[in-house]
């Protein structure tokens, strides 16, 4: 994922700053517990694509 853009993209939901998770190949978002994928090395920031963070993923965020 580039640098430079993760710097500017925003959950569409909340406009929180992004996690990139590597090893997931997902952008997270704690304010709206919110994980967005990324396909092909594109960001679906689609909110209704998006799947839920558990309890546990949350708190590895702490």
Do not use: F, H
Request: charged fraction near 30%.
């Amino acid at each position: 994922m580039d640098r430079k853009l993760l710097e500017i993209l925003v959950c569409p939901v909340t406009k929180a700053p992004l996690i990139y998770k590597a090893d997931r190949q997902e952008l997270w978002c704690k304010a709206s517990r919110l994980a967005y994928p990324i396909q092909d090395g594109i960001p679906n920031l689609i909110a209704e694509e998006a799947r839920t963070l558990s309890l546990e993923e949350m708190e590895s965020l702490s």
